[in-house]
């Protein structure tokens, strides 16, 4: 049996620290393995991975019509809380004429450390899937049914959600375990390799699906700052390679390579985030998807040199393993 592979090693001096283990898959639209690391059939939560996907249903129902492309990035997003992020969820709401306490997402610090430390009280609207909650929330006026019930997994908008994303990765909906996400709405395990199918689709959409897939992606694409933001892995990765990249949390991250028509799909074992940006570069720098000098510009995400408060270095954090 298959298990994750010791990937990314956090060394203080010339000590090894700490160890993370990784499950990787590599597929293409067809379910093709190409490449893999640990199990890639662990099956596990996708977390706000899984966003783009549960943005699919509100698109292909035709809901996300008067939605302009950095809107729609926003609802496959996990926004920081810059202000454009709030003003952009505020923008939406109004023009369903939907009110922001219809959002059931709950409230956090905003992402973004300067728009934190200048917001003392943070609205629903600062919460990083207030986007995604937006979007399920059109889903349900387009269906006529009760938005208070907008995030139950039996409402008509959910069980819609988990259809087509099952349809994405290849598997019926039974077939998908359902959890409940920290913002409140439902979430999705699925094999790792399954979830590399689907960001294959994504990349490259085909089938029934493939109208709807192509708007998602070509909005994550033109709003890579709606994704995340300003200091974010996936804007930053979106900015220097030629792919989509969507984190999600506990070690979690679905990169779609629209060239190749690959999806790569990533489970940091112990859900330890500073692991996912390091094993995710050195898997598409192996796959050829990624330069030496782009990688170079996300060092801040990679940690490659850690520093002490004093700013002496004492170590860094190195991915070490090999696709099959």
Known sequence: ???????????????????????????????????????????????????????????A??????????????????????????????????????PQEALRCGTHKPYHPPTAERIAKPSVLHHNCSGKHTGMLLLAQRLGVPLEDYIDPASAGQRRIRKVFADVCGLKPAQVRLGTDGCSAPNFAVPVRSAARAFALLGAPEGAHAPALTRIRDAMLAHPEMVAGELRFDTDLMARAPVLSKSGAEGYVGIAWPAKGLGLALKVEDGNQRAVAPAAVEALRQLRAIRAKDIAGLEPHLQ??????????VGGVEPRFRLR
């Open 1 to 59: 049996m298959a298990v994750s592979e010791p990937a990314v090693f956090v060394r203080r001096g010339k000590v090894v620290e700490s160890t993370h283990r990784v499950s990787l898959a590599v597929s293409d639209a067809r379910g093709k393995l190409h490449a893999r690391l640990g199990d890639p059939g662990l099956v596990t939560f996708t977390r706000s991975s899984a966003k783009p996907f549960q943005a699919l249903a509100l698109v």
């Open 304 to 313: 490659r040199v850690q520093k002490n408060w004093a700013g002496l270095v």
């Open 61 to 98: 129902s035709g809901a996300a019509d008067g939605l302009s492309a950095a809107e729609l990035a926003i609802v496959t997003g996990s926004h920081g809380g810059e202000d454009r992020h709030v003003k952009t969820v505020e923008g939406i709401l109004a023009q369903a004429g939907i």
